[in-house]
């Protein structure tokens, strides 16, 4: 593909037309025509059967237009950026401009990696931070990770330690008379 012009219409931002010429396009329409025709219902005509012509008139001469845009699309937006030398890095935004003998005329608009100028580097200081480990922080850790990873296991044959849980049943009362909201069943303590 020939050199496609790009111009920038803000930083890092490029614009660009291509176009996708009437024989391809045509070609395209008719492949649409053919996988669709079934589909369509005509009066007058046994369904899949209604001529190009006539479904154009019924719908409108642009109802194969969109199908067959997006089949030829990728290889021409392809080969148009390929033309531009442009390192892209988003995706585009595409607009047809028109239609019309030529073919399809389509503008893109995409975003670009920035240019970078680097001046002075050498002499640059960094600080570097240095942070000492010390054994505490190492168990510390370890005990985390044991405490993450540790599964409940059911012991019956010793009373409760510190660090268990319980499963209580309780009952609280006030002054002899059990009060709202303070019984509880197979709670987690």
């Known amino acids: 593909m020939a050199s496609v ?88 935004e595409l607009e047809v401009v028109s239609i019309d ?20 580097y050498k002499g640059l200081e960094v600080e570097r931070d240095v942070i000492e480990v010390t054994d505490e922080d190492v168990m510390k850790e370890i005990d985390n990770t044991r405490e993450r990873n540790s599964r409940m296991l059911t012991v019956d044959n010793r009373p409760a330690e510190n660090g268990d849980e319980a499963v209580i049943d309780f009952e609280g009362f006030l002054d002899g008379v059990a009060f709202d909201g303070g019984k509880g069943d197979k709670y987690p303590l």
């Open 101 to 120: 003998d030529k073919g399809v005329t389509l503008k893109a608009a995409v975003w670009t990696k920035p240019s970078v100028e680097i001046s002075s």
């Open 5 to 92: 012009k790009a111009k920038e219409i803000e930083k890092n931002k490029y614009e660009f037309e291509f176009l996708i010429d009437k024989a391809s396009f045509d070609e395209e329409i008719n492949k649409v025509y053919r996988k669709n025709v079934s589909k369509m219902n005509v009066p007058g005509f046994r369904k899949g059967k209604a001529p190009k012509h006539v479904i154009e008139k019924l719908y409108g001469t642009t109802v194969f237009y969109d199908e067959a845009i997006d089949n030829l699309l990728p290889s021409a937006y392809e080969a148009a950026l390929a033309g531009t030398k442009l390192d892209v890095v988003s995706r585009p």
